[in-house]
């Protein structure tokens, strides 16, 4: 009983501490990776839920911090190449899928997931393919644990092939699974990088009711797709701040609000990996996980330095 007590303390310290604009990204999710993979987290079910929730309200804090003309140009100039980049993801997917011998819906959710904007495609696809609980847990375990994985990998890498923050922005919204960890990786590279990162991911996540769409009529499903409404709140804010300028007062400390928003739900995020969960995941599903990301994190990369995407 007591030591349940102080695990929850030293979590609530933790978690605490993350508040402190000292704390950086990188900070917040190590020791929310040690605290959920060493010492165990006495509330995954919980930290699920608010990260999610946190997420949502700091990406639309994020809004006050960008001019709505750059979300509008910098979404047109996505749109192609985001197109382009879910139908090659979902391509790959399903070959991958069919070579490792993944279950036929798992390696769907998996793709849709890699392809689109991680835990919030999967869960819009889950009832459209009317996949098992089990199956969308196993497919959000993958993409979770990829996820952890490239918030660390990302900016080093970034900085090893001599990226500038345009760049980096891009590959992160172009390469990492889900909002959170192409936001954290973006804001750990620089201002320009999450900025950039943060629409152009936006702008895939726009993706998800037309492909969930197209997903039905191929299957002939009557299951319904769930659009994330925080989409709309980021454009709304931008639209406020763009509008209503000399309100700069404002503006910019509910942006530094929403950046070290970001800082705590990457602990959420990281305390919520757990050994049980990476049990979960099994060998097929994370071979297929992997290998994928890894093709869409090599190609993007080589089409952004050889000035392909721009």
């Known amino acids: 009983m007591n030591d349940t007590k102080g695990l929850k303390l030293l979590f609530w310290l933790l978690l605490l501490a993350c508040c ?44 006050f911090g960008i001019n709505l003309p750059m979300i509008l140009q910098t979404g047109k100039d996505a749109f192609l190449y985001t197109a382009i980049s879910i139908s090659f993801t979902m391509l790959a997917g399903w070959l991958l899928g069919r070579l490792f011998k993944t279950p036929q819906r798992t390696s769907t959710l998996i793709s849709f997931g890699t392809a689109i904007c991680g835990g919030s495609a999967i869960a819009a696809m889950a009832p459209v393919i009317k996949a098992e609980g089990e199956e969308t847990g196993v497919a959000l375990a993958t993409v979770f644990t990829l996820n952890s994985i490239a918030l660390i990998l990302f900016p080093p890498l970034g900085h090893l092939l001599g990226m500038g923050q345009q760049q980096f922005g891009l590959w992160s919204a172009l390469a990492i699974h889900d909002t959170s960890s192409v936001v954290g990786a973006a804001a750990a590279y620089g201002g320009l990088a999450l900025a950039i990162g943060t629409t152009v991911k936006l702008t895939r996540a726009l993706w998800i009711m037309p492909s969930a769409l197209l997903a039905a009529w191929f299957t002939k499903s009557e299951g319904k797709a769930s659009f994330p409404l925080f989409i709309i709140g980021f454009i709304a804010a931008a639209a406020i701040k763009t509008t209503l300028p000399q309100f700069e007062q404002l503006w910019h400390p509910l942006n530094s609000i929403a950046r070290q928003s970001l800082v705590v739900t990457l602990f959420l995020i990281g305390s919520g990996l757990t050994r049980e969960l990476l049990a979960k995941t099994g060998i097929k599903p994370l071979a297929q996980g992997i290998t994928l990301w890894i093709v869409v994190s090599v190609t993007s990369a080589v089409a952004i330095l050889l000035g392909w995407i721009s």
């Open 20 to 63: 402190v604009p000292m704390v950086s990204a990188p900070m917040a999710l190590t020791a929310g990776l040690v605290f959920g993979l060493v010492i165990g987290n006495p509330w995954k079910n919980s930290t699920s839920t608010w990260s999610r929730r946190l997420l949502q309200a700091s990406v639309v804090g994020l809004g």
